[in-house]
């Protein structure tokens, strides 16, 4: 790289995405070791949340506002997951 | 100005995102982790899409934005909820040290009534509730 200086927006941008991309790995670890089946749901759903905000993130960094529109679409459809999850569970508790 | 605005909003929201990381991994049962990721994210992702906001600056990116965060101050405790309801029903264990568990008493209030109760239950929700 020619440039020998980050902007504050580009320095603020790559702190946030180094400590989203840490929370996602210690999520990750959370969602592998996880001892129950809701843990691992608890986990799934923060992974979303999670890369709505990296997608927010990125958006500054390429300075595209497009990319705005898959963080909808993802946080429609983790919340639909984790309804759907939630269902699912509710399920099997009472069938055992 | 706007741009110190939107890189200290991102920062923000990234360490609160971090913590909703920490807390799922290290808290020890699951609703404390439930809340761990429901508050925190849910701060966090406001304060990151708010920092995308004041980036752009437009109406468009703006009504956005808020759409999600909006979406997001609903939908997280009702999924949060849903989670730890089912969860609770299937009998996931509490942590240990655990000192109040009102839900267990009160479904066993409500289970078996008068006859099988002893003297330090609590009474039963129809005494405490008058309809």
Known sequence: MSQSLLTMTETAVRLALAMVGLALFLTFVRLVRGPTLPDRVVALDLMGVLAVGMIAAYAVATNQPVLLDPATVLALVGFLGTVAFAGYLERRGRDE | MSEQVSAALLLIGAFFMLLAGLGVL??????????????????????????????????????????????????????????????????????????????????????????????????????????
């Open chain 2, 26 to 131: 290290r808290l020890p049962d699951l609703f404390m982790r439930l809340q761990a990721a429901t508050k925190a994210s849910t701060l966090g992702v406001g304060c990151m899409l708010l920092a995308a906001a004041v980036h752009f600056q437009g109406l468009a990116v703006t009504t956005r934005t808020t759409l999600v965060i909006a979406f997001f101050c609903v939908t997280a405790p009702v999924g949060a909820h849903m989670i730890a309801r089912a969860a609770y029903a299937a009998g996931v264990p509490l942590w240990e040290g655990t000192i109040v568990d009102e839900l267990r008493e009160r479904r066993r209030a409500s289970r078996d009534p008068a006859p099988g109760r002893t003297a330090d239950s609590p009474p039963p929700v129809e005494d405490r509730e008058p309809a």
